[in-house]
């Protein structure tokens, strides 16, 4: 199996029938023990979620990443999740093979099946290498320590071969310039491309021989035979071509020549050799206009021809494996999620929808009998769970049980039909008991891409206020508004051309059915959202600024002409979304551009983004900050984070960004309003604070 060390492109994360599963006994983590409490933003030091997960051949044991949060209330340096590895012999029975101040990435079961191997930087290394740990603990040992950094990397069958993704490490080194002060940046020229590399693991020597492949390399995947390897190739180095021009090609690995390439015509995620290498699965978009890669695709290895699975379906598929000649897949329909399997053709075999959890990514047993997964709920975040085909789950990890001890609000999917007859979907977290009289004050949260979804499970992060908003009161509105995923290309179409539009007004349309309901009080409901989500914020707070009585944008676009001019993803943003380039139409962008209405604005509005956002420069942020203030027609701030990027990695910036977030809708939702609450926060003070 492939490892791939990048992260997709993401926006800035059991109903009652599901607590009937098994459920293990708790892994042995120092947790907090307390009162029975709602869920606060200092639980999100201890929350911990389970990432990769791998189950052995035999089908005997469950290896998985856990993702382990900076705890700086402890006096933890700041920093990013630790990433820790942990192999499970039985429900409840985990044992660490990683952890501490260690952090793995790019986890895999060795050829031999008794292993796992991983990247990790430890004492003596020079950059990260690659370790071998047993399933049954010890001392990992280093297989190998490469000249420059691997970005992904598969073994062959035998374990001789490695092959990796890396950069050329001879490009000289400007440190010795850079001190001397010539720091001088050729924007966008002059970037490395990423090699694919051979090693011979039983040779002494251990030397990395590059493949002679004309473009930039991502992704990798080795056949089982050996004799192919898949790669991913896109022109250039660009976060664009990554996007939108990669295409996999097969490479014969006894003379490195291409032996096919397939020409699909937009986005491109995972792929999988079939057991005798004819057949290559893989993830695409439909077309160009698609703005996910959540289709199966079938290719012939030996000339690249193609077809699509499911092309029409209404869902959009996760992840997958090959399961003997046929294809096992994890698919997220609307809120939920589904097993499918389909034959390489194309017919639909089996589909078993889940009740209560959704699940997100898969390991198949060598027999196919068995499955892993990690699913979360709305009772808990991303666990590790184990199945026999067609039988219930067993929950093999309990990662937070501190959250026995802590009182969770309802939650539920709700539809509504918008004001053009589309029917529109998303969850709603409500306070425990009746609404009150004139209905609870409510956060909308808008999801990010917009090709992304909220799903009906674990909903509660620095950004999103979920169980800790609901806590305080709020209700909390997640709205999978058209262009979202898990309904198909035929849903994600219908924001082309008009974004924010028609897909603005299915949100104006939830919150005017929950407040219809009397569930919400309409007069106090504000707005959040990062990225794209950050988009609606900044619509609302000005478009439509008579709906919410505050925003805060997070990450936005604001400036849709100034946004094409600084963003790292032009291209892919005409593609599929916005359909024509501004000197095509220059009013369509000042249209749907939220600044173009900030004049008359009277939503309260924070505005907050990371100092380091290539995709959506810092400058959107202070475009919307100067254009309200100059305006005068209701308070506004600005809070930026050095070092942070297009969402917020750091603990110390995500504690502080989630008080700000709740700070500013308690005062304009819960509490007085009129004027802008005090900028200080007491860290110490809250960092003490249950």
Known sequence: MPISLKSPFAAIALASAFMTLPVAAAPVFAQEQAEARPVSINDLFQ??????VMITPAGSQTVFTVSVPRDIRTGESDGTPRSHLYVADTPGALRALVSGEDSVGGTALHPDGESVTYIARREGDERP??????????????????????????????????????RDPDVPDMTALRERGFRANVYEENQQA?????????????????????????AIELSADGSRLAVALAPTPSVDDAMMEQRWVFVNTQNGDVVATVETPGKLGMGRFSPDGSQFAFLAGINRADAT??????????????VQIAADAEQHIRDFAWNGDTIFALAHVRQSSAWVSYSPSGEELMREEHAGYVAHSISLDAAGDTVAFVADSPAHPRDVYVAAMGEIPARWADLNPWLADRTLADQRVVRWTARDGVEVEGVLITPQGEAPENGWPMITVVHGGPEAHDHNGWLTGYSRPGQIGAGEGFAIFYPNYRGSTGRG???????????????????????????????IDAARVGITGGSYGGFASAWGATVASEHFAASVPFVALTDLVSFMGNTDIPVEMVDVHFIHYPWENWEWYFEHSPIMNAHGSTTPTLVMHGEADTRVAPSQGYILY????????????????????????NAAAQFDYAHRLMGWMRHYLQGPGGEIPSSDLDYDALLATD
Do not use: C
């Open 489 to 519: 290309f035929g849903f994600i179409e219908l924001d082309h051309l008009n974004p924010p539009g028609e897909e603005f007004e299915d949100i104006v349309d939830g919150v005017g059915h929950l407040a219809d309901e009397g569930i």
């Open 194 to 218: 990423s090699w694919v590399w051979r090693v011979d693991l039983n040779d002494e020597a251990r030397a990395a021989e590059p493949l002679d492949l004309d473009g930039h390399a991502g």
């Open 626 to 649: 100067r254009y309200l203030k100059i305006a005068g027609e209701a308070p506004v701030r600005l809070v930026t984070y050095p070092g942070e990027g297009h969402g917020l990695r």
């Open 293 to 306: 890669a959540g289709t199966i695709h079938v290719a012939d290895t030996a000339t690249g021809t193609y």
């Open 47 to 52: 929350l911990r979620q389970a990432g990769q």
């Open 129 to 166: 290498a690659l370790y071998r740990v047993p399933l049954a603990g010890g001392e990992p040992e280093r297989l190998y320590h490469p000249e420059t950094a691997m970005q992904g990397y598969v073994l062959s069958s035998d374990g001789a071969y490695l092959y990796f993704v890396g």
